[in-house]
């Protein structure tokens, strides 16, 4: 389907622009590796391991511990699995990039792999926001829990955030599929994103930079606001609570998800709406990596250093695997 539409709304001619020669672009290089290649082949793969590791850990404990299967979980399973597609979208191509001599990806690879990240981007910001009015709906009205995150609801509030990132992302992406190229297609970066992609266009850029902000606003803010909204009635009513064990119990079911939000949102902010001005090659570069690399492989050892639930699941996990060995 991806390749249908770049197929379709690609230009067949370009029209020059200010006097410049614009050609029919097959592949970009990227200009992110200019030194260290093979420390960053050694870095990067031990992060995506990482990642691959403490991820499928968590799918593997929410699928086989009983006491894990609840909303909670459910949702933290999948976004498990979207850490680990974010990771695979960018992390091969980098590692095998970072052993070659000139770093590159093809036109139609560029815009797929944008394609994902953006997916995965825009479908994280919904779960992120299903997540805290799960937190909500439990503390805030737990006589409400079971009837309001039914298994059905679960299902398709899920269905959704998913939809719904990958929705956002085929538009920038067949807005992207319209930009055109002047002589060798540069990009200063490590792998293919909206924000390098618009700089190295020569053609008009309106239409996916008003993209980008539209989405900025509904795909990222408004989760972002909702999150903030839900931890506020979450704040109010844990502070009423008579007893500190159940206020303690409530702060420690949250503070994992409000690390990973926090750590989320604040990346996500600074890779997509740094101001031009300041632009620098090797901060993007940095920014983009802690985005879309690196906070995939926290979260899973964020949800397992601050929840008792998932070292408890860990714990037994291991003793039945080692009485089963013996």
Not at 129 to 142: E, G, L, N, S
């Amino acid at each position: 389907l991806l390749t249908v539409l770049i197929s379709a709304h690609r230009p067949t001619q370009l029209a020059p622009m200010a006097g410049e020669n614009q050609t029919h672009v097959t592949e970009f290089m990227l200009l992110g590796f200019s030194h260290g290649q093979p420390f960053l082949f050694v870095l990067f793969l031990a992060i995506y391991l990482a990642t691959l590791l403490g991820n499928s850990a968590i799918l593997a404990l929410v699928s086989l511990d009983p006491h894990l299967h609840s909303p909670m979980y459910f949702f933290l399973s999948h976004l498990s699995c979207l850490d680990i597609c974010y990771s695979s979208v960018t992390v091969p191509k980098i590692l095998a990039n970072a052993l070659r001599p000139q770093a590159t990806i093809s036109y139609r690879g560029c815009l797929a792999q944008m394609f994902f990240l953006m997916g995965c981007a825009g479908t994280e910001c919904a779960l992120l926001a299903v997540m805290a009015y799960d937190r909500y709906t439990a503390i805030c009205h737990p006589l409400r829990y079971s009837r309001a995150m039914s298994q059905g609801v679960c299902v398709v509030a899920a269905a959704s955030c998913w939809l719904w990132g990958m929705l956002d992302s085929a538009v920038h992406t067949l807005l992207a599929s319209r930009l055109s190229f002047c002589g060798a297609a540069r990009l200063q970066h490590i792998f293919c994103d909206v924000p390098p992609l618009l700089r190295a266009a020569c053609s008009n850029t309106r239409p996916s930079e008003v993209a980008l902000h539209a989405a900025s606003f509904f795909v990222g803010l408004s989760p972002f606001l909702l999150v903030v909204i839900s931890y506020l009635r979450i704040l109010a009513t844990v502070l009423g609570m008579p007893m500190a064990t159940s206020r303690r119990k409530a702060f420690s079911t949250c503070s994992a998800h409000l690390l990973v939000v926090t750590l989320y949102f604040v990346t996500s902010n600074l890779n997509y709406n740094r101001p031009s001005s300041g632009y620098s090659p090797a901060a993007d570069t940095l920014v983009s990596a802690l985005y879309c690399i690196v906070t995939p492989m926290l979260n899973p050892l964020i949800y397992s250093l601050r929840n008792q639930e998932v070292w408890e699941a860990l714990r037994k996990a291991v003793r039945g695997r080692g009485m089963a060995g013996s």
